[in-house]
Nanobody, 115 residues
Framework: QVQLVESGGGLVQPGGSLRLSCAAS????????ISWYRQAPGQQRELVASMTDGGTTIYAAAVRGRFALSTDNAENRLHLDMNTLKPDDTAVYYC?????????WGQGTQVTDSS
């Protein structure tokens, strides 16, 4: 059973920055993909950014140019660097790993606009 643990959420002012981390219990490049999703109150969960096992990344239009994925291979972590944050970025952010026969989610971390 793959375990994913998110961290780094918190209160942030508009225009501020935050780094979220997803710690996996195994090498993240053994997954077909590893992704960040978010769910705002009353909204459906939506894809924020994703990385394939080949290193290809995709970003939702709403975050492209402001958010960036990076990895820490030694720690089996996927980071989401969030810049120029907006009130609409307020949500619970989830990490998801997908393999050939598995799909696992973390418990989520809350990002809240402090304005």
């Amino acid at each position: 059973q793959v375990q994913l643990v998110e961290s780094g959420g918190g209160l942030v002012q508009p225009g501020g920055s935050l780094r979220l981390s997803c710690a996996a219990s195994k090498n993240i490049f053994t997954f077909l993909s590893i992704s960040w999703y978010r769910q705002a109150p009353g909204q459906q969960r939506e894809l924020v950014a994703s990385m394939t096992d080949g290193g290809t990344t995709i970003y939702a239009a709403a975050v492209r140019g402001r958010f960036a994925l990076s990895t820490d291979n030694a720690e089996n972590r996927l980071h989401l660097d969030m810049n120029t944050l907006k009130p609409d970025d307020t949500a619970v952010y989830y990490c998801k790993a997908r393999g050939t026969e598995m799909e696992n989610w973390g418990q989520g971390t809350q990002v809240t606009d402090s304005s």
